[in-house]
C-alpha cells in the first residue's frame, strides 16, 4: 500500500461502516478484514454480528454497533437493553438515535434523560449522538449540541444514511461552533470522496461514517 500521510489520516478516523438490512457475516467479515488492513478507527456494524465480529478481530480492531436504529422512537427501555446486550457482546463504541418527535415535541428532559440512560449503560465505551440533521432546524440542532454536551456523552453525529439526506459541510460547521469542550463530532452518510473527507475533517470532524473511502483507496492500488 503507498498511502501517502494524509490518505492514512482520514482513514484513522474512518468508522468503517455496513449497516444495510441485506448485510451478511461474508461481507462484514470482509468490512473488518479490510477495516484492519488500512488502519480504520473502527467498523460500524449491525447489533447481530457483535459477538461474531468481536471474537473474530481479537484486539485488531475497536468494534461499533448501532442503538434505536435508524428511527430512534423506540423506548428508552429498549434502548438501554439493546446497549447493555452490545456491551455484552463485546461493543467498543455506541452510536445510538435520539427520539426525534421528543425533541420536536419539545420534551428535551426526555431526550437528555435517555442519552444518559444508555451513556451509563455503555459502561465507559465510547457514546455517539445521532441526531439525523436532515430532519432538523438549524434551532434544533443547536439544541441538540447543548443536550449531546450537558448529557455526558463523547460525540454528536450527523445522520443515521437511512433518511432523506446524510453529513453537510454546513452542518459540521454549525456544531463544532455550538457543542461544548471535550465533544466530538461524527459525520456521517454520503461522505464520497477523499475531498469531502479531508473537508470534514477540516471542519471540525473527528469521525467519519463511511463505506466509501476505503473502497476508493482499495481502488487506487
Given at each position: 500500500?503507498?498511502l501517502d500521510e494524509k490518505q492514512r489520516q482520514i ?106 440512560q444508555i451513556q451509563k449503560a455503555c459502561q465507559g ?17 443547536i439544541k441538540m449540541c447543548e443536550l449531546v454536551t ?72
Open positions: 500500500m503507498n482513514l484513522g478516523k474512518v468508522d468503517h461502516t455496513l449497516l444495510l438490512q441485506t448485510a451478511t457475516w461474508d461481507e462484514i467479515r470482509e468490512l473488518c478484514d479490510d477495516a484492519i488492513r488500512y488502519g480504520t478507527a473502527s467498523v460500524c456494524i449491525p447489533p447481530c454480528y457483535v459477538k461474531q465480529a468481536k471474537e473474530y478481530v481479537k484486539e485488531q480492531m475497536r468494534i461499533c454497533t448501532v442503538i434505536g436504529f435508524p428511527n430512534g422512537n423506540c423506548t428508552t427501555s429498549t434502548k438501554v437493553f439493546e446497549t447493555e446486550d452490545a456491551v455484552a457482546n463485546g461493543a467498543d463504541e455506541i452510536d445510538m438515535v435520539i427520539n426525534i418527535g421528543m425533541l420536536k415535541s419539545g420534551n428535551e428532559a426526555y431526550v437528555l434523560d435517555e442519552i444518559r465505551r465510547i457514546l455517539k449522538v445521532i441526531i439525523e440533521t436532515c430532519l432538523l432546524t438549524n434551532q434544533e440542532k450537558e448529557s455526558g456523552a463523547d460525540y454528536i453525529k450527523t445522520s443515521t444514511g437511512f433518511s432523506t439526506a446524510g453529513a453537510t459541510f454546513d452542518d459540521i460547521a454549525l456544531f463544532a461552533s455550538h457543542v461544548g469542550e471535550g465533544i466530538k463530532i461524527k459525520a456521517a452518510g454520503g461522505i464520497s470522496s477523499l475531498a469531502d473527507a479531508e473537508k470534514f475533517v477540516e471542519l471540525g470532524a473527528d469521525r467519519l461514517g463511511t463505506s466509501r473511502i476505503v473502497k476508493i483507496v482499495k481502488s487506487m492500488e
